[in-house]
Every structure is written in C-alpha cells, then in structure tokens.
C-alpha cells in the first residue's frame, strides 16, 4: 500500500487525539529522519488500527534566502493564528534554534547534520502532537531538503505549501547580505541562490 492511499484511510478513520502516539508505537527512540518508507508505512498501520484520524492540517515549508525575511514571516503568521484566539495550535521548527547558545547565535558547521536532524525529530514530535500549522523555518531551497518534512506530514493529511519569500536575483543577494542576522556571506548567499528550486 502506498502513502497516498494511507492517507485516503487515515482521513476516513474514526477520530481521536494524535497526541505522542507515533513516538509511542516506536520500539526504540524514533528516528524519523532515517526512517525507511516501510516503517513509516508500518507505523500508520498501527495507528489506523486503532483509529487515529488525521484532520487536514498545514505543513508551510518557506523557501528564501538567508535575511529574505523568512523568520518574521513565520512570527507574522503567529501572531495572526494566535490573534485569532480559535484554538489553532501553530509550531516553528528552526534548525537556526539549535545553534542558540545563551541567547547568541553561534553557527558551527561540524554540528549542521546534527542540529538539522534534531528539528526534525523536533517537527515529527508536532506531527504527532497534531499541531495545526507547522513552520519549517530553514531556507528550504532544494527539494530534497523539503521531501523529508513533506513525506511524514502528508502521510499524516497534512496540506503543504511552500511559499516564496524574496527574490533570488543579484540585487537581492547584496541587500541579503546586508542584513541576515548569521552574518552569511555575499559569496554564500549567492551560491544559495544558484542552487534554488522552486
């Protein structure tokens, strides 16, 4: 069976609160970022069979560069879902969070694969809290960086959107460079845009 007619019967099962349930059907500590399809497939099984229903929720991947304004545009969408006092329940997964020592941003290569690991285990704990909106703060660039979060969420009925956040062109580069609080490069940033896909 493939995901997407897992998803179909995850939409028709009876009801109940996802909650850490998909953390608890694991045998060991989850490991979601190497997770095997199977597995994943094997695990919605389970939590059909004992009727967990996904409600249509929103997995919103931005996709900009580093100072294009991603961060308040995940703050701006807080505040809105938050103003709206309707019980909308919203996360921001960052790997940038991870590297937040004191109240300081103190970016280390070496722990890059580490800290990017640990979001995602941080926004597949919200997936199977059953949060209703998830933020995927990173610069979302290259579709293989997206398909890892895309996967679990749409197995879950998760809609996903991927909204772009400034330009790519080499104006917007130097006004990036200006301004991203990480202190990315001219050179960095513009490596960053070659390499976008949309």
Do not use: W
């Amino acid at each position: 069976m493939d995901l997407i007619k897992l998803i179909i019967l995850l939409l028709k099962a009876n009801p109940m609160p996802l909650g850490r349930l998909l953390v608890q059907l694991c045998r060991s500590p989850i490991d979601l970022l190497h997770m095997p399809d199977d597995t994943l497939m094997e695990l919605v099984r389970k939590a059909l069979s004992i009727g967990v229903k996904a409600n249509p929720r929103r997995l919103i991947l931005p996709i900009g560069l580093p100072g294009s304004g991603k961060s308040t545009f995940a703050q701006n969408l807080r505040k809105e879902i938050v103003a709206l006092d309707n019980g909308t329940r919203i996360k921001i997964c960052s790997t940038d969070d991870f590297f937040m020592h004191n109240e300081e941003y103190r970016f280390n290569p070496q722990k890059l694969t580490e800290n990017h690991a640990l979001n995602y285990q941080t926004f597949a704990l919200a997936v199977a809290d059953g949060i209703d909106v998830i933020v995927i703060d990173n610069t979302n660039l290259r579709a293989s960086h997206r398909e890892i979060y895309i996967r679990l969420a749409r197995a879950f009925g998760y809609e996903i959107e991927t909204p772009v956040i400034g330009e790519f062109t080499a104006t917007a580069c130097e006004a990036y460079a200006a301004r991203n609080v990480h202190g990315v490069p001219l050179v960095g940033i513009q490596r960053m845009a070659s390499s976008v896909e949309v």
